[in-house]
């Protein structure tokens, strides 16, 4: 019986003793009698030992050889090897043991065919077969010969005898071909044969599977485990570099200087224009990407400016308030998140309500607002689908479930089960990874940083540039905008001095009391005390 121990620094050439094979070799002397081993091993280009064992044993005899796939090499370290596509055939057979390949073979003669993996590992400027292996049976003869992808094969050391007492082999030599050829007789039981061979670095890859550092090496760094870690270094690069990109683009979305002329002249006559036609409500979600109580509050100011709605002061109880009343009914010039901002406020059978209404408990129902708000950004284009956000979840709770699947698979069979984590960690970060894009598309922060820009502009707005006859309309178009970005006062105050009868109508057209003013002083103390209170009533208790 064979039994191979060690195989440290690279790669075992020899899977048994009778692992080894030779090429038919012309021998003079009487045939040997006793077992017999011939071998041819061929290392192909992808670092896998093929192997073809012939073993002849005699009527009287019986063989037995056991090649161990786990070889202790040092402290808490150990080789690993894999015996795949193996064949038996003649009076023999071939199994796989607990972490054995075991070959038997009864009188007669028996072929053994089989792949030995994990053989190959790499030195400092070459590459080494190191066998190291123990005969626990008399052989009479054992010829093997070698094949590898390069003929540089070359023999580093060849020792055969007792432990402690080995000497260099009788014949061994490499053919000018690059054959190795080995031929050994009388083998004896104890004696140790101790091969070393090298390669050009670089002949095949390195696959070694070495373990060490823990009880059963499941978690050591080897070779897979080293790719799959940098495979995933590579990914969270990309990962990485795609949000800095993202944000960075966000970013500079508001960076400018630039401002946006909001007042368009046509024939003598001045009007507001937003860009890109982007209302009020949207524009403050483009600029934070968030539905704030503000965002909803410039919109019911932009929907009473465009005459769906009227608003009245009151007083109550000594305390100021305002009446939201139905003018026109929603119609298919308002988007879906205004309509509902409509319905929420006036529901169907109500058509006037009263600010401080509004904060009854349960009254405001919010979430239908928001959602909507963020529907129609998503149909703009201005915001990323969270349907396609969601598929980077989805890829990395499957890498999650496959890590963990795999981790445990590894640990219980061939280690690398650091494969596994790996696979894991990079489905957390795929998990992880939505969560720090920006909410805007390209597009979002094109019209984001073009809203910004018509910000800058309404604040180089005065209104000595508009005719008097046009100053209510642009003052009252351009007000909810103002309102998002909390500068509705200093709007208000380029404007209080302006005359709201100017266009032959008394008073304000949207918001009543201020019929028989002549500037807006009274409405500047009264409109941030309104829009206060309507936030007030947005805000979530």
């Keep these: 019986m064979l039994t191979f121990r060690g195989g440290a620094a690279g790669a075992l050439l020899l899977a048994a003793a009778g692992v080894l094979a030779a090429a038919p070799v012309a021998h003079t002397e009487p045939a040997p009698i006793g077992v017999t081993i011939t071998a041819d091993l061929t290392l192909t280009e992808a670092g896998v030992l093929e192997v073809t064992e012939t073993v002849g044993v005699p009527a009287d005899g019986n063989f037995t050889m056991a090649l ?28 796989t043991v607990d972490d054995q390949f075991v070959v038997e073979a009864k009188p007669g003669e028996s072929k053994f065919t089989y792949s030995l993996h994990n053989t190959v590992s790499d030195a400092p400027g070459t590459q080494v077969f190191h066998w190291l292996g123990v005969l626990n049976a008399d052989i009479a003869a054992l010829d093997v010969s070698v094949i590898s992808p390069s003929y540089q094969m070359g023999i580093v050391d060849c020792k055969l005898g007792p432990a402690g007492n080995a000497k260099p082999c009788a014949d061994v030599h490499t053919e000018p071909d690059g054959v190795l050829y080995l031929s050994q007789r009388d083998l004896r039981k104890g004696d140790a044969i101790d091969l070393t061979l090298q390669l050009p670095p670089g002949t ?16 050591a760094f080897t070779a897979p485990v080293f790719a799959a870690f940098g495979a995933l270094l590579l990914a969270l690069a990309g990962m990485i570099a795609y949000v800095l990109l993202a944000r960075k683009r966000a970013a500079a979305a508001f960076a400018g200087s630039d401002a946006f002329e909001p007042l368009v002249q046509q024939g003598g006559r001045v009007d507001f224009t ?17 539905v704030d109580p503000v965002d909803i509050a410039a919109t019911v100011v932009d929907l009473a400016v465009r005459r769906y709605l009227w608003i ?21 010039q308002l988007r879906d998140y205004e309509r509902t901002v409509y319905d929420m406020l006036l529901p169907e059978g109500t058509d006037t309500v009263a600010v401080r209404e509004l ?17 129609d950004a998503v149909a703009t284009g201005a915001f990323a689908d969270p349907k396609q956000r969601a598929l980077p979840r989805w890829i990395g709770i499957a890498l999650i479930a496959l890590g963990v699947i795999a981790t445990v698979t590894l640990a219980l069979t061939s280690g690398h089960a650091l494969v596994g984590v790996a696979i894991a960690l990079a489905g957390g970060a795929a998990v992880l990874l939505p969560n720090y894009l920006p909410t805007r598309t390209t597009l979002g922060d094109t019209v984001a940083g073009r809203v910004r820009a018509m910000q800058r502009g309404l604040d180089a707005v005065t209104r000595e540039q508009i005719p008097p006859i046009d100053q209510e309309t ?10 998002i970005s909390g500068r509705a006062d200093n709007w208000i105050r380029a404007f209080r001095d302006m005359d709201p009868s100017a266009d032959s109508q008394p008073g304000l057209y949207w918001f009543a009391g201020y019929d028989r003013d002549r500037n807006l002083h009274r409405f500047a103390g009264q409109f941030p005390f309104f829009i206060t209170a309507l936030e007030g009533a947005f805000n979530p208790r």
């Design 68 to 95: 161990p796939l786990r070889l202790k090499v040092g402290d808490d370290v150990e080789r690993v090897f894999k015996v795949t596509d193996v064949t038996a055939s003649g009076a023999g057979t071939a199994t």
């Design 204 to 219: 095949v890859p390195a696959n070694a599977d070495v373990r060490g550092g823990d009880a059963n090496g499941f978690f």
């Design 274 to 290: 937003s860009p890109d036609g982007v209302l009020p409500g949207e524009a403050g979600l483009l600029l934070d990407e968030h």
């Design 312 to 332: 009245t002061p009151v007083n109550a109880r000594g305390e100021d308030d305002w009446r939201i009343s139905r003018v026109n009914a929603p119609d298919d």
């Design 359 to 375: 904060r009854a408990p349960g009254r405001m129902q919010l979430e239908p607002v928001r959602a909507a708000m963020r529907a």
């Design 474 to 483: 642009v003052f009252s178009r351009a007000l909810p905008y103002t309102v």
